[in-house]
């Protein structure tokens, strides 16, 4: 298993949102285009590019250091604050990710 520092932006249609991050033991490194499936337990209104947010989400970048490995992850944007929200709470309760909101 492997430490994995994860970042994924976050915006609602009509501003920037925040950003989830922290670090998840994945079973290998992800790539650039690999896709990680996150469970979602509640429904919410979200898009990655164009598709409905169904849990996966594809790596755009990959930094590998003396520190470790870190990946950032398409940028998710949720249809309202409160739908933003609720991706944060997902990510937090499910998968120990940090959630930080930018001013608005």
């Known amino acids: ?23 998840m033991r994945l079973p290998l490194i992800p790539q650039v285009g690999d ?3 996150f469970r979602i337990t509640r429904s919410v209104e979200a898009f990655c590019d164009t598709h409905p947010f169904t849990g996966l989400l594809r790596v755009t970048n990959r930094i ?6 870190s ?5 998710l944007t949720a249809a309202t604050p409160g739908d933003a929200q609720s991706i ?4 937090e309760e499910n998968h120990g990710l940090n959630g930080d909101v930018w001013e608005n």
């Open 35 to 37: 896709v990680l499936s």
């Open 71 to 75: 990946v950032a992850l398409e940028d």
């Open 1 to 23: 298993m492997f430490d994995v520092h994860l970042d994924i932006s976050l915006f609602t249609t009509n501003a920037a949102f925040g950003m989830i991050s922290g670090s």
């Open 64 to 69: 590998i250091s003396p520190d470790g490995v």
């Open 88 to 91: 944060i709470e997902i990510f």
